[in-house]
């Protein structure tokens, strides 16, 4: 099998948890408003309810990055395809706000783990020359996952008599076919470097690598020899670079309002003036456009790098969510417009900030510390996801402009990026992992 297709192979299984990643954080707009009217919640226990398994996936990218050093990264995959299917038929089978709050936040532990493993496996299987596009991957499958859940939901909006229970439960059928698939692909090589496990390494390097297998076996141990004694040590002077990037571009990917426009969107369209049936159709729109628009971003990506692709999207994320702002404020009824400012901004988020997260956390980090900086990028994107979709729906419906003074904030912040992404962030692609790491530990 030619190698390049090998690699993609391994890594579209992997990125499979990313369409459930996407899945589970989308499937949610079509059933929180049923949630709130069936267990009457006030729009405190609202935002709460709907950011639990937000609040589980802060947890989920805590703990996953240690076990992940520890056992390796496939064993973790496994517990992630377990965790996902748990919560969608608990989620779905819930008659207690209790125990729905408890299966999503399962499922989120699930998702902040996928979003920490999925980019290392699949950043440490693939040659430099394609790394980008092949991390990417796993962006491209969260935005599948995202339009699948759109799409499902309008199917499935008039199934029985609580359809919401269909939209959280069909999850359980691609989480168990994932946990099937995992079966097919191997342990990552330069963790089996890490453990010792020199001639299994070698074996899946020669289906992966083009160059001389001897040659990179030889420079990744080296790298893990010299970075040997900050191997428990995240928090390190020589890491502030890779720490700081990781956490610059995971809080201005949630200070792009995705996660409160992906998780309220019906609800958004009904503001607009749009019916209940257009108001659960509208966001299928806007998950096509964000599909094509992260396959422009992972198409080039490498050849235009990440830097490029932050700044350009920024700006005109900026002026679309600053237009959104201003049609909340003076118009009282909105309309088509809001549908059209919303996919400007999707296109712009997909191919930006949307590809470039994962696949620039998973390249910043020294091998030895990988698995740990992995989750302190995801933990902080998820922190603030969980914050934003927490604070969204009370500052929305608790103040007459509150949801033009969110995206006034979202526009400012995007306006922020473009400065420190151009003062500060390195250009990774076309880099090894162990060039980046001489790279940024030096700095």
Known sequence: MNKTIQVFTWSIIVALGGFLFGFDTAVISGVEKSIQQLFVLSSFWHGFTISSALIGTIVGALVAGRPADKYGRKPILFVIAFLYTVSAIGSALSNQIFTFIVYRFIGGIGVGASSVVAPIYISEISPAKVRGRMTALFQFNVIFGILMAFISNYMLRETGNAPWRWMLGVEAAPSAIYFVLLFFVPESPRYLIKAGNIVKAKYILTKTEPGNIDNEINKIQINLKQSGTAKKKLFAMRYIKPISIAFFVAMFNQFSGINAILYYAPRMFELAGFSSDDSMFQPVIIGLTNG????????????????????????????????????????????????????????????????????????????????????????????????????????????????????????????????????????????????????????
């Open 292 to 443: 094509i628009f992260t396959v422009l971003g992972l198409a080039i990506i490498d050849k235009y790098g990440r830097k490029k692709l932050l700044i350009s999207g920024s700006v005109g994320m900026s002026l679309s969510l600053g237009l959104i702002a201003f049609i909340f404020y003076t118009s009282g009824n909105i309309g088509f417009e809001l549908l059209i400012l919303l996919i400007v901004y999707i296109m712009f988020f997909a191919f930006s900030t949307g590809a470039v997260i994962w696949v620039l956390i998973s390249e910043i980090f020294p091998n030895s510390v990988r698995g740990k900086g992995q989750s302190l990028g995801s933990f902080t994107h998820w922190f603030f996801a969980a914050l934003i979709t927490f604070l969204f729906p009370v500052i929305a419906e608790d103040t007459g402009m509150g949801v033009g003074h969110s995206f006034a904030f979202f526009s400012f912040m995007m306006v922020v990026q473009v400065f420190v992404v151009w003062k500060y962030f390195p250009e990774t692609k076309r880099k090894t992992l162990e060039e980046l790491e001489i790279k940024l530990s030096k700095q």
